[in-house]
């Protein structure tokens, strides 16, 4: 009888940390969801409570003159997410693979730029009151009826905090947040050395 309800302990004790394990996945998979829902419907405020947003507005623009926002807002209900797994790395850190589609960034800023010198060629470059409304319209226009996608496979960072998950940010995920804002990302973009600088070195990830 012992035994048995040693080796019964030793099974409820397995069972429990399972399923810390598996809430622990959910719960990082809720925050990237919440994230992408809330870029999505351009509620920038919203959004913080997952990611940092001054990062991803500083990833398109350094200097905070309003055009990273205006571009977001352009953009961004756009965008379209599928979460593909998540991978427990350890009591504080989950991994998870997403894809992300966005309008492509090359094709997007080419046709604002011909858009704007067809403006300009037909106003003789001249300014008034309006110039910056329909120069904004302009761009919303141009997102709007952008044909060309782009499709990215990430794996993003969600670490916990003292008030739950956050999503983590490297290059890889602004630049297919961003539609390929700077080069493709390489296939296998997972390095060790970013998560190791985010975990402390204490993370060990399975590239398996």
């Known amino acids: 009888m012992k035994k048995f309800l040693t080796f019964l302990l030793s099974v409820v004790m397995v069972l429990s940390l399972a399923s810390c394990g598996g809430n622990s996945t959910k719960e990082a998979q809720k925050c990237v969801e919440g994230m992408f829902d809330s870029l999505i419907a351009l509620d920038f405020d919203a959004a913080d409570k997952y990611v940092n947003m001054d990062e991803i507005k500083a990833f398109y623009s350094p200097e905070d003159d309003g055009s990273a926002e205006l571009f977001m807002s352009a953009v961004f209900d756009r965008l379209g997410y599928e979460i593909i797994n998540a991978q427990k790395l350890d009591n504080k850190n989950v991994l998870v693979k997403t894809k992300i589609t966005a309008v492509d960034f090359e094709t997007l800023a080419m046709d604002f730029y011909n858009q704007l010198m067809i403006y300009s060629i037909q106003t003789g470059g001249a300014q008034d009151e309006n110039t910056e409304q329909i120069i904004t319209d302009m761009l919303f226009t141009v997102a ?6 782009e499709e990215n496979e990430v794996d993003i960072l969600v670490s916990k905090n003292d008030n739950g998950y956050k999503v983590m940010l490297d290059e890889y995920f602004l630049n297919a947040l961003y539609g390929n804002v700077t080069t493709s990302s390489p296939e296998g ?4 050395d970013y998560y190791d600088e985010q975990t402390n070195g204490d993370v060990v990830p399975d590239e398996n």
């Open 189 to 192: 973009q997972y390095e060790e």
């Open 144 to 149: 709007d009826n952008a044909t060309e996608m």
